[in-house]
């Protein structure tokens, strides 16, 4: 049985859900208020006159630049029209984070923003290599939201050939780099897929010129990539089998696994997992070996 909201409708009907909503908008805006104090937002703190230590309605909403009885209607939880502009104000004046910022967003009723890397997360690249260096001896790599290769680990230097050098963004890498695609015997047929998940990146941010210079960059180096870029298809970054030929184990069959980090929105994990029945753990096993890397010094096409 569906629980009572607070104005009596029950919750999981269309009624309950808005009312339940409207409550936490309330309970979120109070507590982000009380947690910041006058002097981090410039302003004195009022003395003895001054019962609480965070923040009044009405200096927010000066703060803010809108009307105190909004912005009181605000955080009473009633059913006020509101805009992008005047949360992002609010937002400002409350110091939220860009995770506050997004929950603000959907409790306001409103789609929230793109995902935002807060500067306490930027340091996080030291724990996503600790993360692609336990993932050993299996191949993993981190790329940005172009693609631009950030890390990668041993394995995927012994097995793709990612090394210093070459182009550092893996579309263009793809197309490009003769040892992956003399490694790769069915390129052809991941390529269409490669290229269909680069545009669903690209949806997501659209008009952002970066990915423009990347698909620009490679349409002009390759005319498969112009081809298969014409489609318009569109796939998930989610799980492509992947068969390499290397040139010290030979075949080699993994599963390539996107995986996102929501501290981090800007970054993609690529983790590559050997496939059962099919000898590749052990074959990476090898080339993780001291005889394995010794022999995976520099790499060799075909």
């Given at each position: ?6 104005n009596?409708?029950a919750?999981?009907?269309p ?7 409207l ?16 002097a981090e ?9 001054r ?13 803010a ?9 605000l955080?009473q ?10 949360l ?5 004046v ?11 967003y ?19 690249c ?13 191949p ?67 008009g ?5 210079a990347?698909?620009d ?30 040139p010290?184990?030979?075949?080699l ?6 995986l ?26 090898w ?6 890397r ?9």
């Open positions: 049985m569906a629980s009572p909201a607070r009596g409708s919750v999981g009907s009624a309950g859900d808005k009312a339940h909503r409550a936490e908008l309330r309970e979120f805006l109070m507590s982000r208020r009380a947690r910041v104090t006058p937002a410039g302003l004195p703190d009022g003395g003895a006159r019962r609480t230590p965070g923040l009044r309605r009405e200096e927010v909403a000066v703060l630049g809108v009307g105190v009885s909004w912005y009181q209607w955080e939880g009633r059913d006020i029209t509101v805009s992008p502009q005047v992002d104000a609010v937002a400002r409350l110091r939220l984070s860009s995770a506050e910022r997004r929950h603000l959907a409790l306001a009723g409103l789609n929230p923003p793109a995902a935002e890397v807060d500067p306490a997360d930027r340091d996080m030291h724990g996503l290599r600790r993360l692609i260096d336990a993932w050993m001896p299996f993993a790599h981190i790329m940005d939201r172009y693609w631009n290769t950030v890390l990668y680990n041993d394995a995927a230097a012994a097995v793709f050939g990612m090394r210093p050098g070459i182009v550092q963004n893996c579309m263009t890498a793809f197309f490009t780099d003769p040892v992956y695609r003399a490694r790769s015997p069915h390129w052809e047929t991941i390529a269409p897929q490669i290229v269909a998940q680069f545009r669903a990146a690209c949806s997501e941010h659209p952002d010129e970066g990915f423009r990347v698909v960059e490679v349409r002009e180096l390759s005319d498969e990539f112009a081809e298969f870029w014409g489609r318009r298809d569109v796939a998930p970054g989610g799980q492509i089998r992947k068969e390499l030929q290397h010290l184990v030979g075949t069959t993994v599963e390539s696994t996107q996102r980090v929501p501290a981090r929105p800007d970054l993609v994990i690529v983790l590559h997992t050997p496939l059962p029945d099919t000898g590749t753990e052990a074959k990476l096993q080339l993780d070996s001291p005889e394995g010794r022999g995976s010094m520099y790499p060799v096409p075909g």
